[in-house]
Structure formats: structure tokens, C-alpha cells
């Protein structure tokens, strides 16, 4: 085994300044495999930190997060050897860290005891330089902690070091010299530039609520060791919206790096990026230095076995574009266009994706072309459907393998193929007793539930804010299960699908309601059984309260008022007076259980 390792590698690796000279896809041992602390409930990828050795030195690096599997499927183990395939070195802290992007395990060579006595790499020129230096200064105090390349470092002041100098990238302008990688950002380091990719760019958005109003926009961003979302806020939109373009790349610094809120974003990072007034981007000159985006494909097949509201990435032909439609929100009263579109891929299956808003209007792509989608919503009930979010993108003829191979398919047999659906067989039992996803009214906005032509369901935590007088409830036939309205005859009421006359009805709830939580607020249409809970009476009792007591009546209302509850809701699309609205529904309401409600609480602080 001793003979297939490259020796001398990793000391070449630390030395040149030039990543051209780095040895071609060097043969290591592993060490040791360690998992680095991160709080397991945040959602975030783990991360490990794997000591390589060619027998004459070891080195620390940290393993991209593509590579985690091989660790979770025991392939990468302590005393395995590996092949590296793609790797880089970043300066990090004033240090050196190998960040190794792509590897294999060579299996054949099995597992030993270490082999040799590999020494720590000195960081040689940069000790020697920095001696000089600073010889008449005592050491820093950052020369306590240890080095990422298993060595104390030589004392640092805080200029740059010269081999970091070498290394980095010129960025020109006023921006950093020093490129980190994306997965390097931290909030406990401020000097630093990326170098990254636009890969998707939000519209600008407006908010107006009793503490103002503003505007926001956010951009993901991507390089070789991962992707971060950045947002800018007011100023920050009209500086830096019309420069960030989706599919450029930029030197971005001086951004205030924050805690990510994951419940607005789908980019794996535990970091985000805020724009401040000092922020500085730039333009790259070269274009290609940074990956296209990155995708992890499910076949069309394959959706039908993801759960409902999986975020996935899906790439198909483009085979069949549907009109734009007008949607009303109840919630805002605020329409959205959205367009269906049809996409199929080699599994023989079709699917229907809905884009929203200005890419509904502006679509025109024509068809036969390919899309590839990342960071889309599936949605379930009847089959299934994709649905893009605001943080979702879409990239027309995208030069990547999966691109080619799908034309190359259609080309050559796809176009005459038939394509096949989910069918909705297996998932409509489902619908009526399924416990959906807690959603605040926010999020039921901002993910365009009910506005597909499949009904979507969801739980929502909220407050009883309003109960509208009018129309509380209805004259309903006494008959069992009819429930038709009944209609005043003068002194009976008549049902015309029972054909029967009556000498009195039978009152049923059909409120409207308001339910706020902390994000906004819903109408939600509430009928007879669910009434009944939020009134504590019957319609019948209710109603003849409101003709008789006055005061009675008034008093029911207010104690119904400003009480929370957990709904279970539908949002489905309603055709009113040829207008297209989103209609929520409250199907069953439930008192809130405080000990699991404060469970659930704590859980969430603990992952934000
Ligand atoms: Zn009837």
C-alpha cells in the first residue's frame, strides 16, 4: 500500500503558490474522520474535518458537504485510502485549509494501521518571512491556537500573510484580495471577499406593516465549497438589485453575515449574507471561475414517491405551455398570474409545474426546450404537480450532462413517446384525514397554497380576530344530511330538493372569520360543526339570540373573539362570478395543547 501513496504531495500542496502545479489527483490515507460541532436540530449539513496523510506529512482539510455520504456509508474510514479528485486551497483565518471538493475511496487497497511517521506541515516560507518580520515583536496571541495543518502557526500580525498575498486572487478596486470560500464565512471574521454566482435573484418585494413599510430582495449564491443567500434591504435594493444579475458572477465583501432563517430559504448554509451601506460588489472578469449551479435530480418517476411539499430539482423537455391565469388571494386581495406548464424526461412520466407572477407573464421559452428547476415544491392529492416558490429557479438549455442527454432522447424517441401521469389512485384516501403541515399565514401566502388546481391543506396556530356579523348562518332543511337552504314561504319553509315544506329550519353556521397569527391574517370560511366549537351555542340557539337579546347576542360574539385555536384549513381555487379566488376553508378546529404547542416552540427557537 506504502507504494501507492503520493509522497510528497501534501508538502507540494502547501508550498506552491501556483494551483496549476498542484500534483494530479494524489493517493492519501485517512487518519482520522471527525464530525464538527454544529446544533443537530438546525437542519444544517454536517460537516467533518478529515486528516490526510501521504506517509511523509498530514494535513487537516475540510470535506465539502457533496462528500458527507461516503462518510454516513462508512466508506470513509480511518486507515482508508483515497484518490483526490478535485480540491483547492483557501486562505482562512490567515491560514491554509485544503478543502477537498471531489475524492474517491480506493477500496482495493483496503484498510491499514498508519502507515509511516507523517510529520505536521510547516508553513515554512510564511514562518521564515514572518520571523523577519516581526523580530523585534513579541508573538501575537493568536499563535496559541493551533494550526488547521495539525501545527502551531507561526506568529501572525494582522496583515495577510505573505503566502496568503501569493494565493489569493486579485479582486481589484477596494475589495479584499483574499478570496474565501463560501463555506469559510462566518460572523466571527469580517475580511473577506467571495467569489460567487448568481443563481437566483428574487423580485423586489414590498412590506407595509404597523412598524413601516420597505422593500427587500434576496440573491443565492454559489461557489465551489457552497451556496449562501444574501438579501439587501431599502438602500441596498437600489444599489445593488440592478447590478446583481442571475447567472454572473461577482466579488462580493464587507456583508454582514447572520444566523439563516431556513423557513424563507432552501440554500443549505447555516449563514447568511446581508447587504450593509459599505458592501462592495464587483463584477468578475472571469466568467467561468465559478460552478453553474447545482442540481440534484429526481426523475418524474421518482416525484411520485416524494413526500408532498419536498423541495426537489427536476429537468425535463418542455413540452406543453398553458395560458396565464388570474389568481385573487382572499388573504391580500392581491391577484397572481400563474401559468401551468408540461415537462417529461426519459422515466416516461409528464408533469405539470406552475410558475408565478412575472416569470408566469414573461414565459417564453418555446417549447421542446429544456428546463432544468431547482428548489421546487411537490404537491400531492390528486397525483402529483410541481409548484415553484419565490426562492426557486429556473434555467432554460442549461449546459450541464443531464441537458445533453435528455435532447439527445428526445430526439431521438421522446417526442413520439407517450407520457404517463401519477395517478391520483393511491393519494386521495389520503386527503381527508391527513394531519398537514403547520404553516403560518405568511408562509400559506408566500408558497401560493390552493392556487393550484389540486386543493392544498395545512395547519395553522391562530387567533380568532373577527367574526363578521352578516350572515352568521343559514336556514337549512330539518331533514337528515340534506342541509340545503330552505326558503320562506310565509309561515313555512320550503326545501326544493327534499320538495317539502316546514314549519320551521334548521339554523346552520356559515361564518366568515379573520385568524391572525404573527405573520398576517386569514379569512377562513367556517361551517356548522367547526361553528359550533368557536360559538360554545347552535346556530338555532345564536340566531334566535340575535333576534331576541341583543346584549346576549353581543356578548357570545366577544367571548368567541380573541381565542386561539389549531385549524386544520383547505385552500382551494373558487370560480366566483367567473373571478378565480383562493378560498380557505377551517375543515376541524381544536383547543391548543400548551404543553406540545411550547414543545414545538422550543424546537424551533432551538433550530433558528
Ligand atoms: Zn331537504
Redesign the pocket.
Known amino acids: 500500500m506504502a507504494d501507492r501513496l503520493s509522497v510528497g504531495s501534501l508538502n507540494k500542496i502547501n508550498t506552491t503558490s501556483d494551483p496549476s502545479e498542484f500534483p494530479a489527483n494524489p493517493v492519501l490515507q485517512v487518519l482520522t474522520v471527525k464530525e464538527l460541532n454544529s446544533n443537530p436540530t438546525s437542519g444544517a449539513p454536517k460537516r467533518y474535518r478529515v486528516v490526510f496523510s501521504d506517509s511523509q506529512n498530514y494535513a487537516q482539510s475540510m470535506l465539502s458537504t457533496q462528500l458527507n455520504h461516503l462518510v454516513m456509508e462508512n466508506k470513509l474510514v480511518k486507515g482508508a485510502f483515497v484518490q483526490l479528485t478535485q480540491f483547492t486551497v483557501n486562505v482562512m483565518k490567515e491560514r491554509k485549509i485544503l478543502i477537498v471538493l471531489g475524492l474517491n475511496v480506493l477500496p482495493e487497497l483496503g484498510i491499514s494501521e498508519k502507515i509511516g511517521n507523517p510529520a505536521g506541515l510547516e508553513t515554512v516560507d510564511v514562518l521564515k518571512q514572518q520571523q523577519q518580520q516581526n523580530a523585534s515583536k513579541p508573538p501575537s496571541e493568536s499563535s496559541s491556537t493551533s494550526s488547521f495543518y495539525g501545527n502551531r502557526p507561526p506568529p501572525m500580525n494582522n496583515a495577510p500573510a505573505p503566502a496568503a498575498k501569493r494565493n489569493a486572487v486579485r479582486a481589484g478596486g477596494g475589495l479584499s484580495t483574499i478570496i474565501y470560500p463560501i463555506e469559510g464565512l462566518s460572523p466571527y471574521q469580517n475580511k473577506w471577499t467571495i467569489r460567487a454566482r448568481v443563481t437566483n435573484k428574487s423580485e423586489i418585494k414590498h412590506w407595509h406593516n404597523q412598524r413601516g413599510e420597505g422593500k427587500l430582495f434576496s440573491v443565492n449564491l454559489l461557489d465551489e465549497s457552497g451556496e449562501i443567500r444574501a438579501t439587501g434591504f431599502n438602500e441596498q435594493v437600489d444599489a445593488f438589485y440592478d447590478i446583481l444579475q442571475e447567472g454572473q458572477v461577482y466579488f462580493i465583501s464587507k456583508c454582514r453575515v447572520n444566523i439563516a432563517k431556513k423557513q424563507f430559504s432552501n440554500v443549505q448554509n447555516e449563514y447568511e449574507l446581508m447587504f450593509e451601506r459599505d458592501t462592495e460588489i464587483k463584477k468578475s472578469e472571469d466568467q467561468n471561475a465559478v460552478p453553474m449551479a447545482r442540481f440534484n435530480f429526481v426523475t418524474l418517476e421518482e416525484v411520485g414517491k416524494v413526500a408532498k411539499d419536498a423541495i426537489i430539482d427536476v429537468i425535463g423537455v418542455l413540452q406543453n405551455i398553458g395560458p396565464v391565469q388570474q389568481i385573487t388571494s382572499r388573504a391580500t386581495s392581491r391577484g397572481f398570474d400563474k401559468r401551468d406548464i408540461t415537462i417529461v424526461d426519459q422515466s416516461g412520466f409528464e408533469m405539470r409545474m406552475t410558475v408565478w407572477g412575472k416569470q408566469a407573464i414573461d414565459f417564453s421559452v418555446p417549447e421542446e426546450s429544456i428546463i432544468a428547476f431547482k428548489g421546487v415544491k411537490v404537491n400531492d392529492f390528486q397525483g402529483r404537480s410541481l409548484s415553484m416558490l419565490n426562492s426557486s429557479t429556473m434555467t432554460t438549455d442549461p449546459d450541464i450532462p443531464e441537458a445533453h442527454t435528455l435532447k439527445g432522447w428526445y430526439d431521438g424517441q421522446g417526442r413520439a413517446q407517450d407520457f404517463m401521469k401519477h395517478s391520483s389512485a393511491a393519494t386521495v384516501g389520503s386527503g381527508t384525514n391527513r394531519t398537514a403541515e403547520r404553516k403560518t399565514v405568511a408562509e400559506v401566502q408566500a408558497q401560493h397554497l390552493g392556487m393550484s388546481e389540486t386543493p392544498d391543506y395545512f395547519s395553522l396556530k391562530a387567533t380568532v380576530v373577527y367574526i363578521r356579523k352578516k350572515n352568521i348562518s343559514y336556514p337549512a332543511?330539518p331533514?337528515p344530511d340534506?342541509n340545503?337552504k330552505v326558503f320562506d314561504q310565509g309561515g313555512s319553509w320550503h326545501?326544493e330538493?327534499?320538495n317539502?315544506d316546514y314549519e320551521a329550519p334548521h339554523y346552520r353556521y356559515i361564518m366568515t372569520i379573520a385568524a391572525g397569527d404573527h405573520t398576517g391574517q386569514l379569512w377562513l370560511n367556517v361551517f356548522d360543526d367547526v361553528g359550533r366549537i368557536l360559538m360554545g351555542k347552535t346556530a338555532d340557539e345564536l340566531n334566535a339570540m340575535q333576534e331576541n337579546d341583543e346584549n346576549e347576542f353581543t356578548s357570545v360574539m366577544s367571548d368567541a373573539s380573541y381565542v386561539p385555536y389549531v385549524f386544520e384549513c383547505r385552500a382551494k381555487q373558487d370560480n366566483f362570478k367567473g373571478e378565480v379566488r383562493v378560498r380557505y376553508t377551517a375543515m376541524s378546529v381544536r383547543n391548543i395543547d400548551w404543553k406540545q404547542e411550547s414543545k414545538r416552540l422550543v424546537d424551533l427557537i432551538k433550530s433558528a
Do not use: P, S, V, Y
Open positions: 332543511c331533514t340534506c340545503k326545501c330538493k327534499c317539502k
